[in-house]
């Protein structure tokens, strides 16, 4: 049973234009959420996290929504750059530091 | 400074043998996680431990994996009797304590069982 899910695999971008990722949950009792990045052959990297108690946060060219009445949050990165080449993941956590991941968007951007 | 160190990073063996994977967290912090990715999934979380100790051990698969935390530092997760389904990327994270948000993550050690 996938809580989280990220029903895109991939995504092609042109630089300059704005990336969409998007993220699906089941948890209505989820309450935190974030927003990793990874490179190959490396580890996951923090980009950026909500509360539930907030529909937007913004950080430079990263921007999340949140929509919990859809259990629906959104990455939106503008411009998007070569750089933000790499494999996305949000995640949720209910109340404690156990996270549940997505299965990962590929994201590439082509210059 | 140095981040999340894992090793190795790489680790082929045979079915039947049991693997180490080690975790040098980052200095000072208390709470370590342990995760695999499978081909095609998520992470999925395995263990965490607070200081040496592991409240939450509900995510080990089976009761051929073990992890132990020494010195509130170093983490070994060890599974016993690999089997093939084993194979995945671990990966073990750190944060300064539970009630951070954000978990640093290390490299990865790939396993492969044969």
């Known amino acids: 049973d996938q809580q989280v899910k990220q029903n895109s695999p991939s995504l092609s971008v042109q630089e300059g234009r704005i990336s969409i990722l998007n993220c699906d949950y089941t948890?209505?009792?989820?309450?935190?959420f974030l927003w990793y990045k990874k490179y190959p052959a490396e580890g996951p990297t923090f980009l950026i996290s909500?509360?539930?108690?907030?529909d937007k946060n913004e950080d430079g060219r990263f921007t999340v929504f949140l929509n919990k009445s859809a259990k629906h949050l959104s990455l939106h990165i503008v411009p998007s750059q070569p750089g933000d080449s790499a494999v996305y993941f949000c995640?949720?956590?209910?109340?404690?530091?156990?996270?549940?991941f997505g299965t990962g968007t590929r994201l590439k951007v082509l210059a | 400074g140095a981040g999340v160190s894992q090793s190795p990073s790489n680790k082929v063996t045979e079915k039947g043998k049991d693997v180490e994977l080690r975790c040098d967290p980052i200095?000072?912090?208390?709470?370590l996680y342990w995760y695999r990715q499978s081909l095609g999934q998520g992470l999925e979380f395995l263990i965490y431990f607070q200081g040496n100790s592991a409240p939450d051990k509900s995510g080990l698969p089976s009761d051929r994996f073990s992890a132990e935390r020494t010195g509130g530092s170093v983490s070994t997760l060890t599974i016993q009797r690999t089997q093939q389904e084993d194979s995945a990327v671990y990966l073990c994270a750190s944060s300064p304590g539970i009630q951070y948000y954000e978990q640093y993550f290390g490299p990865g050690t790939r396993l492969t069982v044969t």
């Open positions: 909500i509360s539930s108690i907030k």
């Open positions: 200095s000072g912090h208390t709470a």
């Open positions: 948890n209505s009792m989820f309450d935190y």
């Open positions: 995640a949720a956590s209910a109340y404690n530091y156990k996270y549940i």
